[in-house]
């Protein structure tokens, strides 16, 4: 699916890119509807700036990381490309489902475990944005003795949106 950028400013010309820098800078990404049971959908606002021109549109993805023991229950929930893109400052709710609970082992449900947005131009990431996720019962005597079988109904998944880990990556803009 595509999503249409809708900016909101022009960059002024000091804050234009070279060569050499980066064209697109996230400059904030808020946690929407959080915390939240875990079958909600997740919701990021992201803002970004576009300090000059590029031909291509970028590509968000939002990973869900199932198990730390392993890749293979990591779960792509959603990806969207976002253009065109001009210079100048935009917003966009990025918008995934839950992630689906029967492909996370059942001692990875509970706890602590990672949300990964990513973004890509011409299929090279240039950002990774990682949150930690707790995921737990929404009552104490659930939590001190939680079923054999997790209730999905009764989970909550709280973002820890106050600490994001951020990684930027050099890629060729032009």
């Excluded at 229950?73 to 029967?102: C, M, R, T, W």
């Excluded at 880990?165 to 060729?172: A, L, S, Y």
Aim: overall charge negative; proline content about 9%.
């Amino acid at each position: 699916k595509s999503v249409p950028a809708i900016p909101l400013l022009e960059a002024p010309p000091s804050l234009r890119a070279s060569a050499t820098m980066a064209s697109i800078n996230v400059t904030g990404v808020q946690v929407l509807d959080n915390p939240a049971p875990f079958t909600n959908p997740l919701q990021f606002e992201i803002s970004f700036e576009c300090l000059s021109p590029i031909a291509d549109d970028i590509e968000w993805k939002m990973v869900y990381v199932g198990s730390a023991e392993s890749e293979e229950h990591d779960q792509e929930l959603d990806s969207v490309l976002v253009g065109p893109i001009s210079e100048g400052a935009y917003k966009i709710v990025f918008q995934a489902p839950a992630p689906n609970a029967e492909k996370i082992p059942a001692d990875d449900l509970l706890g602590v475990t990672v949300i990964i947005l990513s973004c890509y131009y011409r299929e090279k990431e240039f950002v990774r944005i990682g949150y930690y996720v707790n995921n737990e019962y929404d009552d104490p005597e659930l939590r001190d003795n939680p079923p054999e079988v997790a209730d999905l109904s009764r989970i909550r998944r709280e973002v820890l949106a106050d600490k994001p880990r951020v990684t930027r990556f050099e890629v060729n803009w032009v």
